[in-house]
């Protein structure tokens, strides 16, 4: 039984409606109860063992659940909400969806460091020995890193240059090393820019020995993690290493999200395709093809950009806090179920 579940056996206490069993009855449903709940017999065993049919064992423990002589309580963490998860991992199609509890005053910023807590969590439960993880850059992915404490033997790859290689120490390559380190794997950093002046010095950086050797393993994560931004100052990465004109235009296109340097309008189509030449990042068909793609993002100013990526179909997992899972529950029209993992640009 799930350690989250929780069954009481409340025997002659159950109250007055329980009390109208006779204790034969009492007695007997308590036990057809402990075998069922708590032991995990079937129904099938219990009716051999009281030599009864399989139906009258079904009745008693439909009745003992009528009559309160058995209560089945579901816990989780204080700070998991399990009812906006199941939601939310339904309405857009997800593999998993958890949502964290966000304080009042936490709602307006973005990405609130519990969620790579836990992310962490997530990924320990997720990854198992033998994968390769790749790691996007994004603040809330260092979070994730920085509060791993267990993690299967596997290797670790970076999936997208850094946002400034002056603080690679303090960003995406260390998440990698620290996950690399946890696991016990192997790592394979990328030592670059994310964003470079031109398609041509991109393409030279890709070729490098030590970015190539990376690159290889693209096509082998089993596991990856990214983060999301909306297009605004300082929630976008991207946006904040282009020029005033260059933002022009992008937002002229409808960018409302970027994921990896890749851009998505409202509805989960890319756009500004030309961008990706300049970056040192995973490609979006690459992504498309790793099984499992968790993007870890919060926040009321980053729903609507969770929104358009999750309907790109390039994310299979989520996890966020309420104050964007709210959003996200309200937002107009059934998006197509990410597990299609379809092209939004066939369309």
Known sequence: MNSSEEIALTGFSAGRSAMRMGP??????????????????????IAEEFGV??????????????????????????????????????????RHAVVVESPDEAEESPDPENLGE???????????????????????????????????QCTVVQLTGVY?????????????????????????PIYAPMLLPDAATATALRNQTGIARAFEYFDKVTVACVSIGSWEPGISTVHDMLTDEERGHYA???????????????????????????????????????????????????????????????????VTDTAAADLLMAAGGPPSPALDRRDPDSE
């Open 252 to 318: 002229s296109l409808g960018v409302a999200a970027e994921m990896s340097a890749h851009l998505f309008d409202s509805d989960g189509r890319r756009v500004g395709r030309d961008l990706g030449e300049r970056c040192i990042t995973v490609e979006a068909d690459r992504l498309r093809r790793i099984p499992e793609v968790i993007a870890i993002a919060g926040g009321r100013r980053k729903a609507a950009a969770i929104d358009a990526v999750l309907r790109s179909g390039l994310v299979t997992s989520l």
């Open 118 to 152: 836990v992310a962490a969590d997530l990924l320990g439960e997720l990854v198992a020995e033998g994968d390769v993880l790749g790691l996007a850059w994004g603040r809330s992915t260092i979070h994730m890193a920085a509060a791993l404490d267990r993690l299967p």
């Open 24 to 45: 034969a009855e009492l007695v007997q449903a308590a036990a057809m109860a402990r075998r069922f709940y708590l032991e995990g017999k079937s129904k099938i065993q």
């Open 164 to 188: 400034d290689a002056g603080t690679a120490e303090r960003g995406s390559v260390e998440a990698v090393r620290r996950a690399a380190q946890v696991s016990g794997g192997d790592a394979h």
């Open 53 to 94: 049919s399989r139906f009258k064992v079904a009745r008693v423990l439909e009745t003992a659940l009528e009559r309160d002589l058995v209560r089945i309580e579901i816990r989780v963490p204080a700070e998991l909400d399990a009812e906006r998860s199941d939601a939310l991992r339904a309405r857009y199609g997800l």
